[in-house]
């Protein structure tokens, strides 16, 4: 008789996400693209922590993929880092290779 009750209580699908959303952190790391003039692009990495030096990881990141870079300040979303050219799939694998953050971490967006 007690499994004829709870099938008449309603499902709510969502219920598990709202349970993990809580307990997760949302500190994600933002891999964007953004079209220049022509087929120049710009890729764009937000949201890193504040222990990790951003100068130091241009450093490394450009001497890696032979592109330029800068850390741009921006005061809503802290440092941000911009290199030439489409960069997402390999400073992804590069962050997750590195240490810096988790392959659940990054989110690439763009085209």
């Not at 941000?80 to 400073?91: A, H, L, V």
């Amino acid at each position: 008789m007690a499994d004829l009750e709870e099938l008449n209580t309603p499902f709510d699908p969502f219920a598990d996400a709202e349970e993990d959303k809580g307990a997760s952190h949302t500190n994600y790391l933002h891999l964007r693209i953004q079209q220049r003039n022509g087929r120049k692009t710009l890729t764009t990495l937000q949201g890193l922590p504040k222990e990790i030096d951003s100068k130091r990881l241009l450093k490394a990141v450009k001497k890696a993929f032979a592109c330029n870079g800068t850390v741009v300040e921006d005061e809503e979303h802290g440092e941000i880092i911009q290199m030439q050219g489409d960069q997402r799939m390999k400073m992804a694998e590069f962050l997750v290779n590195e240490g810096i953050a988790k392959k659940s971490d990054i989110k690439v967006h763009g085209f």
